[in-house]
């Protein structure tokens, strides 16, 4: 999706269609445009719901307000019964937005459940307005020409020729040129990082889970579920299992999920994964990759995610290897589980928490992040083959219950046997009717980029090592001075000045270079995370072994796990022994 508001209508006419072509990979099946004296909407559609009628842009009846949107809006049946006095001309969701607007203004948006950004233009008097879903899930960029003309994008290479400036668009915010500039419609009490007091209740987070991934089955066209084996997307195949045959599009495309995984041959993800799709019965995929395959596919990953951060490339190329088989086999949607370790403090450096105030603002710092790093990777490595990923973890309803619950619920107990998500495993955690073998619902976390396979990660280091020295001769010395050329975010590894010098190379703008973000890291972490533990600050590897200390080896099993209604009698989990230095 892009959108153009500019002042020499013909030439930009020209390059709004070739800016259109370099999204084509996002949405091969329609191209539209619309324009309306120098303001031009351009859409690349990629269809899942109603994919006969529901081309783009969409229109009020008059064709007075023009919109286009990139996401889906799972209340759509429910807002359409509020829209009874107008006439819907196709069963798109996103019809529902150029109606809502013409009936409560500017202030419709926090009615929309779903992701999505869209651009809606008001012909009866020139206005427009933007708006980024709660979390970010969908991308969207901000850009502004010297002429000028104002630019919004779904990824920055189609403003990167025109615009001398473009930013990362916030989420939860609307634009609005009647107001003159931005402002939030996402005001959740946690974002103000106050402390929550809720206590915890597992059915209600549980059923608000549910909630989340039934609703995002809405789809006309073949769909899976990305699963790794781990306990996030183990529990989204679970209860999109257990949902499956309860909705619509069981008569389009059968009672069997369909799921997928990728990994170097050996990886803990197959064997996971196998395993869980086994117990679910579960049509499942595997996929295999090498470590030269990842290496040959970097560049065009650091193309289509736009980004140089070391962590996000890593765990990028296996999402971006499996989404084109994905998208060989039919498939245009899948269910992925990003978002419940930003959530839940899933990653393990959260083990080192000194307290539940820490914890708690670590979480809210990590979601209010994600549109950079997993929200940009789930959606653009996806994206890049023409596949849309669905992410319930990060429902909007979900995420404002999860982050209500008082944060000494969520921290790791050893005492209590508690390890890192427990009150999530507890809350599935049911002897009457399981969702997922006890062994699975209690696995501890992987980073993806290490779950596919250790030796990706050994393998990339390798390669950047040897690549720079043989054909960009960058030496010790060299990297040592690399403040001069890359003054801001510095590259602190071969591995990290590699992925740089792709970046620059099709991103050559400081534009460019400032949507991505900088600091120190680790396991995951940020900055402010990195002061728990003194060894980090000598650490600068993101990898998730920076927190060795606290994995599976440092764990001992404890007694058998006993529940009633999914709430533990006794210690339930594993037993974290002293943590080893890390």
Not at 4 to 27: A, E, F, K, M
Not at 141 to 155: I, K, P, T
Request: charged share 25%; hydrophobic share 40%; aromatic share 12%.
């Amino acid at each position: 999706m892009i959108w153009i508001s500019l002042t020499v209508p013909l030439v930009y006419r020209v390059n709004s269609v070739c800016y259109q072509d370099r999204l084509r990979h996002r949405g091969p099946d329609w191209s539209g445009i619309h324009c309306f004296q120098d303001c031009y909407l351009a859409h690349q559609r990629l269809a899942i719901v109603d994919p006969t009628s529901g081309d783009q842009p969409l229109y009020n009846e008059e064709k007075s307000v023009v919109v286009t949107v990139n996401g889906e809006i799972y209340n759509h049946e429910e807002l359409r019964t509020k829209l009874t006095s107008h006439e819907f001309r196709t069963g798109s969701d996103c019809e529902v937005i150029a109606h809502l607007y013409e009936d409560y203004g500017e202030n419709f948006v926090d009615m929309l459940d779903g992701m999505f950004s869209f651009v809606l233009l008001d012909t009866r008097d020139k206005s427009f307005i933007v708006a980024r879903d709660a979390i970010g899930i969908t991308p969207l960029y901000m850009g502004w020409g010297l002429d000028g003309s104002v630019w919004f994008a779904s990824e920055m290479k189609a403003l990167s020729d025109d615009c001398e400036r473009f930013v990362s668009f916030p989420p939860g915010h609307l634009y609005s040129s009647k107001q003159g500039g931005l402002r939030r419609w996402y005001n959740p009490p946690w974002f103000s990082e106050r402390i929550p007091t809720t206590s915890y209740d597992p059915i209600v987070l549980r059923n608000a889970f549910e909630k989340a991934v039934v609703k995002r089955l809405m789809a006309d066209v073949p769909f899976g579920v990305l699963l790794s084996g781990g306990l996030d997307s183990s529990l989204v195949a679970a209860v999109a299992c257990r949902y499956l045959s309860e909705t619509k599009v069981v008569r389009q495309w059968g009672s069997q999920l369909h799921t997928f995984c990728i990994g170097l041959k050996g990886s803990p993800d197959l064997k996971a994964a196998r395993e869980v799709a086994d117990y679910l019965g579960t049509f499942h995929h595997e996929f295999h990759f090498t470590v030269q395959e990842g290496i040959d596919a970097l560049e065009e990953v650091i193309y289509h995610i736009e980004t140089y951060d070391v962590t996000t490339i890593r765990a990028s190329t296996p999402m971006f290897l499996m989404s084109r088989k994905i998208k060989s086999l039919g498939v245009k949607m899948v269910l992925s589980g990003e978002g419940s370790d930003e959530i839940f403090g899933g990653y393990l450096y959260f083990h080192k928490a000194p307290n539940k105030e820490e914890f708690h603002l670590e979480t809210c710092r990590k979601i209010k992040a994600l549109h950079l790093y997993d929200c940009l990777r789930a959606n653009k490595a996806t994206s890049a083959w023409g596949v849309e990923a669905r992410v319930p973890f990060l429902d909007k309803t979900f995420v404002n219950i999860a982050m209500e619950i008082d944060p000494s619920w969520k921290m790791i107990r050893p005492d209590l046997g508690r390890i890192e998500k427990w009150i999530l495993r507890n809350a599935f955690d049911d002897n009457e009717k399981p969702y997922l073998p006890k062994h699975i619902l209690y696995r501890q976390k992987e980073q993806f980029s290490d779950g596919v396979g250790y030796s990706w990660i050994d393998g990339l280091k390798d390669h950047a090592n040897e690549h720079l020295e043989l054909l960009l001769q960058v030496s010790d010395a060299m990297l040592s001075n690399a403040s001069f050329i890359y003054p801001e975010n510095t590259p602190l590894t071969k591995e990290a000045y590699y992925y740089r010098s792709i970046f620059e190379r099709f991103f050559p703008k400081n534009a460019a270079r400032s949507t991505v973000p900088g600091g120190p890291s680790v396991a995951c972490s940020s900055a402010k995370a990195v002061e728990w533990d003194a060894a980090w600050s000598k650490c600068p590897d993101p990898s998730g072994r920076a927190a060795l200390g606290v994995h599976s080896a440092a764990y001992q099993p404890t007694v058998s796990q006993v529940s009633v209604n999914g709430f533990p009698e006794k210690n339930q989990g594993l037993q974290e022994a002293a943590p080893a230095a890390v």
